[in-house]
């Protein structure tokens, strides 16, 4: 079946303007990562989301980053006032869900923010 | 809060050789341990996990990894490495409870293998 998908697969884009980074769940799954990796590090957490609602949101790293998910199922990251230290590889991830048990969680391919 | 640490930054191995790629974590609560590995313009791909039980736990690829809780360690091993295990590896842990199951990565592992 489908994976995760991720749109655009690069973006660039200049200094001080906003963009939009989308996420396609696997169908169902409930549960719902953003990951930020930047140039030689490992993915780092930004947002969870569990239907509808962020969780925990303590991974942004300022209010100029935002994220939905409207309808349970497709989510966009929202970065306002870009910076150049924003430029990194954004990772979406989804899971059935949570609870006792463990669900793993299956990765998109990533957008490649250039911010110049 | 939880952190890993992968001490090589890059490992080069020959081809057919046993490779061990290291990693160490912090927590103050119970864990997952999992290993992920990305290879170049691909999304990460689960290799393997430890969840509870037996600390030896067999991977894809014929990787497998040790959980071992006195060192805090989840090293990941293959007895015989081919061209086509070169990728970038990353160890990562969750908690093991509540609902908010985020991982925290380390800084990744560079494998070459070499023919």
């Known amino acids: 079946g489908a994976g995760v998908s991720q749109t655009p697969s690069n973006k660039v884009t200049e200094k001080g303007k906003y963009v939009e980074l989308r996420c396609d769940p696997i169908?169902?799954?409930?549960?719902l990562y953003w990951y930020r990796q930047s140039l030689g590090q490992g993915p780092e957490f930004l947002i969870y989301?569990?239907?509808?609602?962020?969780?925990?949101d303590s991974g942004l790293p300022n209010d100029r980053f935002f994220a939905v998910r409207p309808e349970g199922s497709v989510s966009t990251l929202k970065i306002q006032r870009t910076e150049r230290g924003d430029s990194a590889v954004y990772l979406c991830?989804?899971?059935?869900?949570?609870?006792?048990?463990?669900?793993?969680?299956?990765f998109g391919p990533g957008t490649r923010l250039t911010v110049l | 809060a939880q952190s890993v640490t992968q001490l090589d930054s890059q490992v080069p191995v020959f081809e057919e050789a046993p490779v061990e790629l290291r990693c160490n974590y912090s927590?103050?609560?119970?864990?997952?341990l999992f290993w992920y590995v990305q290879y170049p313009n691909q999304g990460l791909q689960l290799l393997l996990k430890?969840?509870?039980?037996?600390?030896l736990v067999k991977g894809i690829n014929g990787f497998e990894a040790e959980f071992n809780k006195s060192q805090t360690s989840f090293h990941l091993r293959k007895p015989s490495v081919h061209i086509s295990d070169t990728a970038e590896y990353f160890c990562?842990?969750?908690?093991?409870?509540?609902?908010?199951?985020?991982?925290?990565f380390g800084s990744g592992t560079q494998l070459t293998v070499l023919p």
């Open positions: 169908s169902g799954h409930t549960a």
């Open positions: 430890y969840l509870s039980g037996s600390t």
């Open positions: 989301f569990q239907g509808t609602g962020a969780a925990d």
């Open positions: 990562a842990v969750s908690v093991s409870s509540g609902s908010a199951r985020q991982l925290t």
């Open positions: 991830a989804s899971s059935p869900g949570t609870g006792s048990s463990y669900n793993e969680q299956f």
């Open positions: 927590s103050s609560v119970s864990v997952y």
